[in-house]
């Protein structure tokens, strides 16, 4: 079992779930650093592989900026 915690102020769709499967990816050996950051400057989504199904992503807490 595997946990991660993303922390942010907005999310795109689908996000957490590539993210993951580009840390899952990279923790398996098949990507390295320079891959991801490769990934990220071609700002095209079709290289950055699969989109992780859903199941076990739970959205933990939602924390509201009170304004002052």
Same mark, same amino acid.
């Given at each position: 079992?595997?946990?991660?915690?993303?922390?942010?102020?907005?999310?795109?769709?689908?996000?957490? *779930?590539?993210? $993951? /499967?580009?840390? %899952?990816?990279?923790?398996?050996?098949?990507?390295? +650093?320079?891959?991801? @950051?490769?990934?990220?400057?071609?700002?095209? *989504?079709q290289? $950055? /592989?699969?989109? %992780?199904?859903?199941?076990?992503?739970?959205?933990? +807490?939602?924390?509201? @900026?009170?304004d002052?």
């Open positions: 079992m595997y946990t991660f915690i993303l922390k942010g102020n907005g999310f795109l769709y689908h996000m957490v *779930r590539i993210i $993951v /499967g580009v840390l %899952l990816e990279a923790g398996k050996g098949n990507i390295n +650093e320079a891959d991801v @950051k490769q990934m990220f400057a071609s700002k095209d *989504r290289t $950055v /592989g699969k989109t %992780l199904p859903p199941e076990g992503l739970y959205l933990w +807490e939602v924390c509201y @900026k009170e002052n």
